[in-house]
């Protein structure tokens, strides 16, 4: 290769790479502009989701908040608010429904009830019979503690744990039937010594009231 050759050369392979330069610039700006785009796009996508997560969180709420407010009560918030106000004597709420304290409510060994125990069945009575409560079963449950039915008589007339808590619950039935409540709502049952409250044996000496369907 010549000399003048060479010296033509040189301005040409000068503009080839320069040109390239150019070239691959307006590519990278090409390039940045579309990402640039996408994400504002896709900003806007995750913009948008999140609005529309945040109204169905809201409505979620509302939904929960209406079944909340119109959901039946528990049985324990129905007694609880059976109790509201003046206290029954001898009578407690429970997680089920109510206790009447046997110790208050008989002598020892004994199914009569206590002039005390009628009076409180007879106040439990008149609120079972009145408002929303009027048409409810009621069944009556009988419970003994663990200690084995021993004095002759109450063995004789009993026989066991069994026999006295189901004869402590037929006196309840008794005494709020004579109250007004009707035969048709109620239920006996009677569970001895084997549906312990947990606690003091004084706890378990109970007949227990609750409402069902």
Not at 110 to 120: I, R, V
Not at 133 to 158: C, M
Not at 182 to 195: C, L
Request: charged letters at 25%.
């Amino acid at each position: 290769m010549n000399v003048t050759r060479a010296a033509l050369l040189v301005p040409l392979i000068a503009l080839v790479a320069l040109t390239g330069c150019r070239t691959r610039g307006a590519s990278n700006a090409a390039v940045g502009d579309e990402l640039r785009a996408e994400n504002q796009r896709l900003t806007g996508v995750v913009t948008q989701l999140q609005r529309e997560n945040d109204s169905l969180m809201a409505q979620l709420q509302s939904a929960r908040d209406a079944l909340a407010k119109n959901k039946a009560p528990t049985a324990g918030q129905q007694f609880n608010q059976i109790l509201k106000g003046d206290d029954i004597e001898g009578v407690s709420a429970t997680e089920r429904g109510l206790a009447l304290n046997d110790d208050f409510a008989f002598a020892k060994g004994s199914d009569e009830l206590s002039p005390e125990g009628k009076s409180s069945i007879s106040k439990l009575a008149a609120r079972l019979n009145s408002g929303e409560y009027a048409g409810s079963q009621v069944i009556v449950e009988g419970h003994t503690d663990d200690t084995p039915v021993a004095r002759a008589s109450t063995k004789e007339k009993f026989g066991d744990n069994w026999g006295l808590s189901g004869a402590r619950a037929a006196s309840v039935i008794r005494a709020l039937q004579s109250s007004g409540v009707s035969a048709k709502r109620i239920q006996g049952q009677f569970r001895g010594e084997h549906a312990p409250r947990g606690g003091d044996k004084a706890s378990n000496r109970r007949v227990e009231i609750y409402l069902g369907n």
